[in-house]
């Protein structure tokens, strides 16, 4: 396959990456996103408490619903943002895909697991005498942030793990593995740390 390339080895016009996206892939990518949010929106507001068509109070079905899918639509910001950039560029490969088909299971479950620590952690609204009520729009904030900002959350998940699960210390006859990177024994090609 002949074609000239660009000073970053791209392909130019003569030839075509087959490990791009073509149009028609991409169209119905764009139609499948498109629709995925129109469903969010529509759960959003099916779950969504108040408003005349919707008198009631959040119930806890409800509020998780709502950060599951919150954090699924904030994830599924992230993926567009990313998505239509690449598209623009020229740029879309097979590979990604499905990582932005996946991308709002994930925020969807991290919106969840930062609602239960929040909830479970933080905000007790049946604490005796708080007054407090369940804000929907807070929770759903949150979990917005948590899917558009994935890997910063999962770090922040992981301070607070590491916070409230301490290591332990280690006892009297405690030996410490073997630093391999300068034994002797192991230098010149084995990275395992294995002795040759």
Do not use: C
Request: aromatic share 14%; charged share 20%.
């Amino acid at each position: 396959m002949s074609g000239s390339t660009d000073a970053t080895g791209r392909a130019g016009k003569a030839g075509k990456d087959p490990r791009s996206v073509g149009t028609f892939s991409t169209v119905l990518f764009s139609v499948y996103f498109i629709l995925l949010v129109l469903a969010m929106i529509y759960a959003l507001v099916r779950f969504w408490p108040g408003g005349e068509a919707n008198n009631r109070t959040a119930t806890d079905f409800d509020l998780l619903w709502i950060v599951a899918v919150a954090g699924a639509l904030g994830s599924t910001i992230h993926a567009l943002r990313s998505y239509f950039w690449y598209v623009g560029h020229g740029e879309l490969k097979w590979r990604w895909l499905l990582m932005y088909v996946l991308l709002p299971f994930v925020g969807a479950s991290l919106g969840l697991v930062f609602y239960l620590v929040i909830r479970g952690g933080f905000f007790s609204p049946s604490a005796a005498g708080s007054g407090q009520e369940a804000n929907p729009y807070g929770f759903a904030a949150v979990a917005a942030l948590v899917g558009l900002f994935s890997g910063p959350a999962v770090e922040k998940l992981k301070d607070i793990a590491d916070t409230i699960f301490t290591k332990p210390k280690h006892g009297d006859d405690y030996v410490p593995p073997k630093d391999t990177k300068d034994d002797p024994e192991t230098k010149g090609g084995s990275d395992s740390g294995i002795p040759k």
